[in-house]
T-cell receptor, first 111, second 113 residues
């Protein structure tokens, strides 16, 4: 699976938008971009995924660049409960299900 | 609907013992994946089961094994425990259609003394 690169940490003010970057320059044409997060002492939580179009759901928006080499997860109005480690993962769809987690990025939302 | 449940939540064993962890997936989900999380190695994929068959396997020694039952519940077993097996073991369930939208349980915290 292609590897991703994320900054190790980021701070954000409560109520502001949090823009979490991810580089995946070696992504192949049929690999999707997934975002998961892990709040302390809990199992990871699925957030969103996309192939090449921008995606939005009740939790976040995913913006994928046209060349698909990078993406940004946007939390429109960050709250203290959004403090977590965020993982950007690229993976094929179809067949077996396997997520290859990197180190992720610690987002701290400050009051 | 009920989420993924894992039992036990905490476990203490000694070196050389074996342990069995259990995972009950979300109703209707047919795929169960297992992951190990340690501070040093992060989250690592152990294996995935779908329809009672191991469909994918990570890079772990044969001491780590698993199985899935006809009701999709899964167990993983670690034999001849080593200190380095101390970790949070996470189970994730999904529909199994390959879309990688996995739902994780709270994990079992294993401590090997």
């Amino acid at each position: 699976d292609a590897k991703t690169t994320q900054p190790p940490s980021m701070d954000c003010a409560e109520g502001r938008a949090a823009n979490l970057p991810c580089n995946h320059s070696t992504i192949s044409g049929n690999e999707y971009v997934y975002w998961y997060r892990q709040i302390h002492s809990q199992g990871p939580q699925y957030i969103i995924h996309g192939l090449k179009n921008n995606e939005t759901n009740e939790m976040a928006s995913l913006i994928i660049t046209e060349d698909r080499k990078s993406s940004t997860l946007i939390l429109p109005h960050a709250t203290l409960r959004d403090t977590a480690v965020y993982y950007c993962i690229v993976s094929h769809q179809g067949g077996s299900e396997k997520l290859v987690f990197g180190k992720g990025m610690k987002l701290t939302v400050n009051p | 609907k009920a989420g993924v449940t894992q039992t036990p939540r905490y476990l203490i064993k000694t070196r050389g013992q074996q342990v069995t962890l259990s995972c009950s997936p979300i109703s209707g989900h047919r795929s169960v994946s297992w992951y190990q999380q340690t501070p040093g190695q992060g989250l690592q994929f152990l294996f995935e089961y779908f329809s009672e068959t191991q469909r994918n396997k990570g890079n772990f020694p044969g001491r780590f094994s698993g199985r899935q039952f006809s009701n999709s519940r899964s167990e993983m077993n670690v034999s001849t425990l080593e200190l380095g097996d101390s970790a949070l073991y996470l189970c994730a369930s999904s529909r199994g259609d390959g879309n990688n939208e996995q739902f994780f349980g709270p994990g079992t915290r294993l401590t090997v003394l």
